[in-house]
Nanobody, 124 residues
């Protein structure tokens, strides 16, 4: 069972930057693909970015491509997401997610383990 804890959310003005982090425990980190999703109470959970188990492959939603960068540190069992040029529409609760890499989640976005989320608010 994998436990995920996010940190780094907050309030920022439009055009600003934030860096989210997610610490994983309880599993073999390098066996898991990792991802970030976001969700508002009225909307379904939306895929944002993913990174495969080795860090060699990444994929992004079109809405954040070129502005967000996902990375992982397999020595520290953490992933991060640098978010630049933030927009008010990026306001959401951001969730860290994990799945065993052979599940295909990197391609299907069907992740099995979830953190509690961290709030990101971008003011205009």
């Amino acid at each position: 069972q994998v436990q995920l804890v996010e940190s780094g959310g907050g309030l920022v003005q439009a055009g600003g930057s934030l860096r989210l982090s997610c610490a994983a425990s309880g599993g073999t980190f390098t066996m898991h693909d990792m991802a970030w999703f976001r969700q508002t109470p009225a909307n379904a959970r939306e895929f944002v970015a993913a990174i495969n188990w080795s860090g060699g492959n990444t994929v992004y939603a079109d809405s954040v491509k070129g502005r967000f960068t996902i990375a992982r540190d397999n020595a520290k069992n953490t992933i991060s997401m640098q978010m630049n040029t933030l927009k008010p529409e990026d306001t959401d609760v951001y969730f860290c997610a994990a799945a065993l890499h052979y599940s295909g989640a990197f391609y299907t976005h069907d992740y099995h383990y979830w953190g509690q989320g961290t709030q990101v608010t971008v003011s205009s």
